[in-house]
Nanobody
Framework: QVTLVESGGGLVQAGDSLTLSCATS????????MGWFRQAPGKEREFVAG????????GYEDSVKGRFAISRDNAKNTVYLQMNRLKPEDTAVYYC????????????????WGQGTQVTVSS
């Protein structure tokens, strides 16, 4: 059984930092590209960041470039999202996802999803 479990969300003030973690089990982690997505109330789930299976390539949604960093530790089967200089518009439920191949930008291309972790940024 494949599971992805996000953690690290919380309530912070604008300008603060958070690091999200996604611990995986039941899959060959090093064979999967990983992505972080987020969903705000009333909006569609959107791509935030992606990383290749080896960690050698990353990509980001424009609004988080320079502020967020995705990384992975294949020895720990875990992917991270470091979020700096948070803004109120970053408020959303953040989801971790896994797929074979490249880290594509669309929700439908991912095979496995975590339950999400809430990030709330106050002004």
């Amino acid at each position: 059984q494949v599971t992805l479990v996000e953690s690290g969300g919380g309530l912070v003030q604008a300008g603060d930092s958070l690091t999200l973690s996604c611990a995986t089990s039941g899959l060959t982690f090093s064979s999967y590209a990983m992505g972080w997505f987020r969903q705000a109330p009333g909006k569609e789930r959107e791509f935030v960041a992606g990383i290749t299976s080896t960690g050698g390539g990353t990509g980001y949604e424009d609004s988080v470039k320079g502020r967020f960093a995705i990384s992975r530790d294949n020895a720990k089967n875990t992917v991270y999202l470091q979020m700096n200089r948070l803004k109120p518009e970053d408020t959303a439920v953040y989801y971790c996802a896994a797929r074979r191949g490249l880290p594509l930008l669309t929700v439908r291309e991912y095979d496995y999803w975590g339950q999400g972790t809430q990030v709330t940024v106050s002004s």
